[in-house]
């Protein structure tokens, strides 16, 4: 059985950084995408990053307009595990952050932006 552990996490002050990470206790087998999104109190959950495999070369990143510039996405594919770099953050990137595996969420990890 696969499961996500999310981690990284927290309270931080406008203008901070987090870094999350999400791993995968299992083995999955040929990752396609990785990504991670995001729920608001009050609102639906929404894409903030995603990435996938290039079949020669570097993977593929794709980001919601409102991270860009800000959050970097990376993966360890050895490691069955998805990075999510956050810089400059804003009270408005409050939100609980899930990692996503195809077929799979993770627990969800809380961060606050907060001054």
């Known amino acids: 059985q696969v499961q996500l552990v999310e981690s990284g996490g927290g309270l931080v002050q406008p203008g901070g950084s987090l870094r999350l990470s999400c791993a995968a206790s299992?083995?999955?087998?040929?990752?396609?995408?990785m990504g991670w999104y995001r729920q608001a109190s009050g609102k639906q959950r929404e894409m903030v990053a995603t990435i996938t495999s290039a079949i020669t070369g570097s993977d593929r990143t794709n980001y919601a307009d409102s991270v860009k510039g800000r959050f970097t996405i990376s993966r360890d594919s050895a490691k069955n595990t998805v990075y999510l770099q956050m810089n400059s953050l804003k009270p408005e990137d409050t939100a609980v952050y899930y990692c996503?595996?195809?077929?799979?969420w993770g627990q969800g990890t809380q961060v606050t932006v907060s001054s």
């Open positions: 996503m595996f195809p077929g799979y």
């Open positions: 299992g083995s999955i087998w040929n990752i396609y995408v």
